[in-house]
């Protein structure tokens, strides 16, 4: 079985800040992780993922996140953040074989403060 | 390149009907999985269907049944509603190339009074 953890219900964030949003995953299997943002009304949109090779991976949006397998996180950063990037966040894991079951976490709502 | 669609958008039911969302899967892709999200939360696996056959399910009741066409399009169908099952249902599309990305659609927002 696998499991998500996001301990930050709500970040609240000053525009231009930088801003972290904390993700631990639990699984017995290799996993793929993600991150997908959500905006009000709408569905999903991935941000980002994790396959394998590098531990850092990066969106064209200025998002980036880190693999860190001995502590099973997989935490999301941005340097400098703007008033679109509201919105909320799920940090998402599935297995690397068999059948696409993704599991999500409970979200993230990342508020911009102007 | 199509994305994926789900109709319809929105839907007011009462407590014991049934329900029938669809959703069309983006092009190329054979894998369809549902989710439920409910007000404030992750979204929930339902199931997923890969070449007209259920691959996997998560813990929902056998009211909530699906099908999966030639076309690789789905139907999720609920039966014997009831006010827990208010939420948002998306549906994501996927195949093995795509590297476990699934692609989502907008969402339907199911209401049960």
């Known amino acids: 079985a696998q499991s998500v953890t996001q301990l930050d219900s709500q970040v609240p964030v000053f525009e231009e800040a930088p801003v972290e949003l904390r993700c631990n995953y639990s699984?017995?299997?290799?996993?793929?992780l993600f991150w997908y943002v959500q905006y009000p009304n709408q569905g999903l949109q991935l941000l980002l993922k994790?396959?394998?090779?590098?531990?850092l991976v990066e969106s064209i949006n200025g998002f980036e996140a880190e693999f860190n397998k001995s502590q099973t996180s997989f935490h999301l950063r941005k340097p400098s953040v703007h008033i679109s990037d509201t919105a909320e966040y799920f940090c998402a894991v599935s297995n690397s074989g068999g059948y696409q079951k993704v599991t999500f976490g409970t979200g993230t709502k990342l508020q911009v403060i102007p | 390149e199509t994305g994926v669609t789900q109709s319809p958008t929105h839907l007011i039911k009462t407590r014991g009907q049934q329900v029938t969302l669809r959703c069309s899967s983006q092009s190329g892709h054979n894998t369809v999985s549902w989710y439920q999200q409910a007000l404030g939360q992750g979204p929930q696996f339902i199931f997923q269907?890969?070449?007209?056959?259920?691959?996997g399910r998560g813990n929902f009741p056998p009211r909530f049944s699906g099908l999966q066409f030639p076309n690789y399009s789905s139907e999720l169908n609920v039966n014997a509603l009831e006010l827990d099952d208010s939420a948002l249902y998306l549906c994501a599309s996927s195949s093995w190339t795509s590297g476990n990305e699934q692609f989502f659609g907008p969402g339907t927002r199911l209401t049960v009074l």
């Open positions: 269907y890969y070449r007209e056959e259920e691959n």
């Open positions: 994790y396959l394998s090779g590098s531990t």
């Open positions: 699984s017995s299997v290799s996993v793929y």
